[in-house]
Nanobody
Framework: EVQLVESGGGLVQAGGSLRLSCAVS????????IGWFRQAPGKDREGISV????????YYADSVKGRFTISSDNAKNTVHLQMNNLKPTDTAVYYC????????????????WGQGTQVTVSS
């Protein structure tokens, strides 16, 4: 059974940083994609970053480009999302998702999801 567990959320002031982690278990091989998504109250889910664990290819939504960095610790089956220069508009529940064959920011294409972690940025 594939499981994803997010951690690292919390409350931070604008301009601050947080690092989210997504611990993955249950895949038979290391060839899968991890995407990070977020959903703010009353808003649609937004795909913000993705990494292909096989070759390290990454992609970022414009809303986070230059501020967020996704990385993979393949030895620990964990993907991190380093979030710098946080803004109040980054406040949301953040989710990681995994898929063995899809690479992109369309959440509907991902088969496996974590439970989410809350990030709150105060002004």
């Amino acid at each position: 059974e594939v499981q994803l567990v997010e951690s690292g959320g919390g409350l931070v002031q604008a301009g601050g940083s947080l690092r989210l982690s997504c611990a993955v278990s249950g895949f038979s091989s290391g060839d899968y994609t991890i995407g990070w998504f977020r959903q703010a109250p009353g808003k649609d889910r937004e795909g913000i970053s993705v990494i292909d664990r096989a070759d390290g290819t990454t992609y970022y939504a414009d809303s986070v480009k230059g501020r967020f960095t996704i990385s993979s610790d393949n030895a620990k089956n964990t993907v991190h999302l380093q979030m710098n220069n946080l803004k109040p508009t980054d406040t949301a529940v953040y989710y990681c998702a995994a898929d063995p064959s899809y690479y992109g920011l369309n959440g509907a294409e991902y088969d496996y999801w974590g439970q989410g972690t809350q990030v709150t940025v105060s002004s």
